[in-house]
C-alpha cells in the first residue's frame, strides 16, 4: 500500500502489512522496502545466469582447441554473460540498495512514486526473459559483443529486434527508477538534514540517477538507429549510403563510459557506509567525498573515446581523450585516500561487510591502477581488445562493485531481516571468494600482455597455463557464491536476534528504526542530528 | 648411463625453452623503435602504480594491524583536514604531468606518418586478410594454415600442442623489407576488423568504407605473429597475421618473384 495522505495522519503505532498476501503481494507492492527484496533477489539470479554463461565460457577456455561449443555460439554466451550481467544483475543490484536504504537514510516513508518503482521492477524480468529467448531463435543470440557494433551486429538473425526491444525495455526501467530517486532525495528528505548532512550512500545514488537519465536515452538513440538501418533502409553507421560504423561507437561509449561509473557510483557509497562503522570512526572528508563523487560524474562525460583509441582517431582527438581520462584518477584516487584515512587512527574489527569492503580497496585500487596504464593512448594499442582489458574492467566490476553489494548485504540483512546472518559462514564465504576471484582475473593481465586478444574461444598454445589456472578460479568462484544463498537463506529464516543498531554504535537513520525494520517507517519526519559537529 | 643422460638433458632443455614463453607475463618488447618506447613507457607507469601501491596497501595494513579494537585501539574522532586533501590531490596530478610527457610524445612520433618508403593495403575479410603491395601489383589473400584449421574444429580430437604455431599460422604470410619505414593502409570488405601485431605494436581498426593509416618499420629480421583484435563474426579468433621481415635484397628478389609469377 502507498503511504497517503491518511496513513500520514494516522497515529504512528498503527502499522498496515502489505495489502495482499502470497504472489499478488510481490506482483502489486508499491512499499520500497518490498521492491527493494525483489531488485536484490532478482540480481541473486541473475548472478547465477551470468555466471552459467561465465562458466560455458571459462570451461571452454580451459584449454586450447574446442571441446564443448562452437564459436558462434561463444560469442553468444560473451553478449549474453555481460548483458545479463550489467544491465540484469549488478544494477538491479544497486537499485534494490537503493529502494531499500534511501527512504530509510533521508527519513522518508517511502519513494515519491511507489506505482511507477513497482514498474519500474517489473520490467526487468520481461525484458531479461525476453532477452534469454533470442537463444533459442533461428540465428541464435546476438553474437556481437555487448557492445553491439554495426556491421557485425547487423548479421545478427531473428533475434536482432527482440534483443534491441530487450535493451529498451532495461533502459526504461533504470529511467523511471532514477527519476524516482532524484524526486525522493529532493522532496522527501527529513526537514532536518541538509543536502551536505546526506549520508554518501544517499548522494552517491543521487549523482548516479542524474548520469542514468542524461546517458540511458543515448544508448536508446543509438540502438534505434541500428533498428533504422537494419529495417527502414537508413545508413546511420553503413559507409556505402553516406554513414560510419564509428558513429556508433561514439554513441554507444557516450552512454557506455558514464554507464560504468553508474554502475561504480552507488558502490562507493556502499563502502563509505561501511567503512566508517566498523572503524567506529566518521567518515573521513564527507564534503570532500561527495565534491569527489561529483567530479568522476562530470568527468565521465569527456572520456568516452578512450574505448576507441584504435579507430582511426585523429592525433588531436587521442590526445584529448588520453588526458581526460588520467584526470578521473585524481577524484577516484582521493576517495581511496579518504576510505584509508577513515580507517586510519580508528578501533577496527573485522566481520564480514568490513572484509568485503576492504577486499573492495586493495582489489578495486589494482582495477584503477591498469586503468590508468590503459589511459595512455601509445601503451593502449597494444591492450586494446586483449585480455588486459578484460581482467581491468573484472576487477573494477566484480571486487569492485559486486563486493561492494555483497559486503551491503551483510551489512544491512539483520536490519531487513531481523535476524543475524552466521558470521562463521560469512567469513568462509568472503576468503572463497577472494581468493578465487583472484585467481580467475590476475592470470589475464598476463596472457593479455602476452598477445591474447579477447572474445576468442580459443588461443595459441602458449596461453594455455595461465587460462586453465583463470578457468580452475572461475569455477571456484562461480560455486563458492551458492554459499552465499545459503547464508542469505538461513538468515531470512532465522538467527540470532538482532538489535535496532545492529552494530557497534554506528550512524544513520536507518540504525534507529527496529530491526527486521517496520512495513512503514518513517510515517513521521525525525529529527536528524548529525553525530559530530566535524561531519559536515 | 651417457647414452640416457644426454637426450634426458636435452629434453629438459626443450622443456625449459619451450615453458619460458608460456609463462609470459609481459608485453614484449618488440622489434621496432615504437615498440621499444611503447615497452619502455608501460614499464615506467608499471613501477608508479606499484610504488603508489605499496604506499596506498601499505597504509592500509599498517591501518588494520595497529588500530584494531581487539589491541585496545581507541577511536580518534578527526575526520577532515583540508590539508589532506590538497596534498593528496595534488601530489597525483604532479606524477600524472610526469607521465603525461612522454605519453604525448610517443603519440606525436606514433601519428608520424611522412617519409615512407612503400605503402601496403590491408583489407579485412570475414575470415582472413588480404594484402596488396600499392603500385606493385602484387595481392594476395593470407588464410588459416590447414593444420591449424582442421585441429580447431569443435572435438577435433587432434591436440593443439601438436601443431606448428597453433592458430598462429597462414598459407601466404606478408613478406617486408627491414629497416624500411613501410606506410600501410587498411580497411574492411565486411565488418570491423583490427589487424594487431604486438612485436611491432601496430594496432588499428579495419573500418568497411572508410581507410585508416599508420606506419612501421622493423629493425630486425625475423617471423612475427599476430592476431585480429576485433571481434568480427564466429571466426574472429582464426584469422592470424605473419609478417617475415626478410633482408632488402631478399625482399626485392621475392618481390621480382611474384611480379614474374603474375605476368606469366
Known amino acids: 500500500?502507498?503511504?497517503?495522505?491518511?496513513?500520514?495522519?494516522?497515529?504512528?503505532?498503527?502499522?498496515?502489512?502489505?495489502?495482499?498476501?502470497?504472489?499478488?503481494?510481490?506482483?502489486?507492492?508499491?512499499?520500497?522496502?518490498?521492491?527493494?527484496?525483489?531488485?536484490?533477489v532478482f540480481s541473486l539470479l541473475m548472478l547465477f545466469v551470468g555466471g552459467a554463461m561465465?562458466?560455458?565460457?571459462?570451461?571452454?577456455?580451459?584449454?586450447?582447441?574446442?571441446?564443448?561449443?562452437?564459436?558462434?555460439?561463444?560469442?553468444?554466451?560473451?553478449?549474453l554473460h555481460a548483458l545479463i550481467m550489467v544491465f540484469g544483475m549488478i544494477m538491479p543490484a544497486f537499485a534494490g540498495f537503493a529502494n531499500w536504504m534511501v527512504p530509510l537514510m533521508i527519513g522518508?516513508?517511502?519513494?515519491?512514486?511507489?506505482?511507477?518503482?513497482?514498474?519500474?521492477?517489473?520490467?526487468?524480468?520481461?525484458a531479461v526473459i525476453l532477452l534469454a529467448s533470442t537463444l533459442f531463435m533461428p540465428g541464435g543470440a546476438p553474437a556481437s559483443g555487448w557492445t553491439l557494433y554495426p556491421p557485425l551486429v547487423l548479421q545478427t538473425g531473428n533475434a536482432f529486434p527482440f534483443a534491441i526491444f530487450a535493451v529498451h525495455l532495461l533502459g526504461i526501467s533504470s529511467i523511471m527508477a532514477a527519476i524516482n530517486i532524484i524526486v525522493t532525495i529532493l522532496n522527501m528528505r527529513t526537514p532536518s538534514m541538509s543536502l551536505l548532512q546526506m549520508p554518501l550512500f544517499v548522494w552517491s545514488w543521487l549523482i548516479t540517477a542524474y548520469l542514468l537519465i542524461a546517458v540511458m536515452p543515448v544508448l536508446a538513440g543509438g540502438v534505434t538507429m541500428l533498428l533504422m538501418d537494419q529495417f527502414f533502409g537508413t545508413?546511420?553507421?553503413?559507409?556505402?549510403?553516406?554513414?560510419?560504423?564509428?558513429?556508433?561507437?561514439?554513441?554507444?561509449?557516450?552512454?557506455?563510459?558514464?554507464?560504468?561509473?553508474?554502475?561504480?557510483?552507488?558502490?562507493?557509497g556502499i563502502i563509505s557506509q561501511i567503512i566508517p562503522t566498523f572503524s567506529r570512526k566518521p567518515l573521513f572528508g564527507h564534503s570532500a567525498m561527495i565534491y569527489a563523487t561529483a567530479s568522476i560524474a562530470f568527468l565521465s562525460f569527456i572520456v568516452w573515446a578512450h574505448h576507441m583509441f584504435t579507430v582511426g582517431m585523429p592525433l588531436a582527438g587521442q590526445m584529448f581523450f588520453m588526458l581526460s581520462t588520467m584526470l578521473i584518477a585524481i577524484p577516484t584516487g582521493v576517495k581511496i585516500f579518504n576510505w584509508t584515512a577513515t580507517m586510519w587512527e580508528g578501533s577496527l574489527t573485522f566481520e564480514t561487510p568490513m572484509l568485503f569492503a576492504i577486499a573492495f580497496l586493495f582489489l578495486f585500487t589494482i582495477g584503477g591502477f591498469s586503468g590508468l596504464m590503459m589511459a595512455m593512448a601509445p601503451l593502449d594499442f597494444q591492450y586494446h581488445d586483449t585480455y588486459f582489458i578484460v581482467a581491468h574492467f573484472h576487477y573494477v566490476l566484480v571486487p569492485g562493485g559486486l563486493f561492494a553489494a555483497i559486503g551491503g548485504c551483510y551489512y544491512w540483512l539483520p536490519k531487513w531481516t531481523g535476524h543475524m546472518y552466521?558470521?562463521?559462514?560469512?567469513?568462509?564465504?568472503?576468503?572463497?571468494?577472494?581468493?578465487?576471484?583472484?585467481?580467475?582475473?590476475?592470470?589475464?593481465?598476463?596472457?593479455?600482455?602476452?598477445?591474447?586478444p579477447r572474445r576468442i574461444p580459443d588461443y595459441a598454445v602458449q596461453f594455455a597455463n595461465f587460462n586453465a589456472m583463470s578457468s580452475i578460479g572461475a569455477f571456484g568462484f562461480g560455486f563458492s557464491q551458492l554459499l552465499l544463498v545459503y547464508i542469505i537463506y538461513k538468515c531470512v529464516k532465522g538467527g540470532d536476534k538482532a538489535t535496532a543498531e545492529v552494530w557497534d554504535n554506528p550512524e544513520g537513520l536507518e540504525w534507529t528504526v527496529p530491526s527486521p525494520a517496520p512495513y512503514h517507517t518513517f510515517d513521521e519526519a525525525p529529527v536528524?542530528?548529525?553525530?559530530?559537529?566535524?561531519?559536515? | 648411463m651417457k647414452r640416457f643422460l644426454m637426450p634426458v638433458l636435452g629434453w629438459l632443455l626443450a622443456i625449459e625453452t619451450a615453458n619460458a614463453d608460456d609463462w609470459a607475463v609481459n608485453l614484449p618488447v618488440g622489434v621496432t623503435d615504437i615498440s621499444i618506447l611503447i615497452y619502455d613507457l608501460h614499464m615506467f607507469i608499471f613501477w608508479i602504480c606499484v610504488g603508489i601501491g605499496v604506499a596506498v596497501f601499505g597504509a592500509m595494513i599498517i591501518a588494520m594491524i595497529k588500530f584494531r579494537k581487539s589491541k585496545g585501539a581507541i577511536p580518534a574522532t578527526w575526520s577532515h583536514s583540508t590539508l589532506a586533501e590538497i596534498i593528496w590531490t595534488v601530489i597525483p596530478i604532479i606524477i600524472l604531468i610526469v607521465i603525461?610527457?612522454?605519453?604525448?610524445?610517443?603519440l606525436i612520433q606514433i601519428e608520424d606518418t611522412r617519409g615512407t618508403e612503400m605503402t601496403i593495403k590491408i583489407t579485412g575479410y570475414q575470415w582472413k586478410w588480404q594484402y596488396d603491395y600499392v603500385g606493385e601489383d602484387v595481392s594476395f589473400f593470407s588464410s588459416l594454415t590447414q593444420t591449424s584449421n582442421e585441429a580447431r574444429q569443435l572435438r577435433s580430437d587432434i591436440d593443439p600442442r601438436t601443431v606448428e604455431n597453433y592458430l598462429l599460422d597462414v598459407d601466404h604470410p606478408l613478406i617486408i623489407p627491414v629497416d624500411t619505414k613501410i606506410r600501410y593502409l587498411i580497411t574492411a570488405n565486411d565488418v570491423i576488423h583490427s589487424w594487431w601485431m604486438p612485436a611491432f605494436a601496430v594496432k588499428k581498426d579495419a573500418i568497411p568504407g572508410f581507410i585508416n593509416e599508420g606506419w612501421f618499420q622493423v629493425n630486425e629480421l625475423g617471423t612475427y605473429r599476430g592476431q585480429c583484435a576485433e571481434l568480427c563474426g564466429k571466426d574472429h579468433g582464426f584469422m592470424p597475421i605473419v609478417v617475415e621481415v626478410l633482408s632488402k635484397d631478399d625482399y626485392a628478389a621475392w618481390l621480382r618473384s611474384q611480379k614474374d609469377g603474375n605476368s606469366s
Open chain 1, 422 to 452: 552466521n558470521e562463521t559462514l560469512g567469513k568462509i564465504h568472503f576468503w572463497l571468494t577472494a581468493i578465487f576471484v583472484n585467481l580467475t582475473f590476475f592470470p589475464q593481465h598476463f596472457v593479455g600482455l602476452a598477445g591474447m
Open chain 1, 54 to 79: 561465465a562458466l560455458v565460457i571459462r570451461a571452454e577456455l580451459f584449454q586450447p582447441g574446442l571441446q564443448f561449443v562452437n564459436p558462434d555460439f561463444f560469442n553468444q554466451m560473451t553478449t
Open chain 1, 108 to 126: 522518508a516513508p517511502d519513494m515519491a512514486l511507489p506505482r511507477l518503482n513497482n514498474w519500474s521492477f517489473w520490467l526487468l524480468p520481461c
Open chain 1, 235 to 268: 545508413s546511420f553507421f553503413s559507409a556505402a549510403g553516406g554513414g560510419d560504423p564509428v558513429l556508433f561507437q561514439h554513441i554507444f561509449w557516450f552512454f557506455g563510459h558514464p554507464e560504468v561509473y553508474i554502475i561504480i557510483l552507488p558502490a562507493f
Open chain 1, 1 to 40: 500500500m502507498s503511504a497517503t495522505a491518511a496513513d500520514i495522519q494516522d497515529s504512528h503505532d498503527h502499522h498496515h502489512g502489505p495489502a495482499h498476501t502470497g504472489i499478488k503481494r510481490w506482483l502489486f507492492t508499491t512499499n520500497h522496502k518490498d521492491i527493494g527484496t525483489l531488485y536484490l
Open chain 1, 528 to 536: 536528524y542530528k548529525p553525530r559530530f559537529e566535524d561531519t559536515h
Open chain 2, 100 to 106: 603525461s610527457v612522454p605519453a604525448a610524445r610517443a
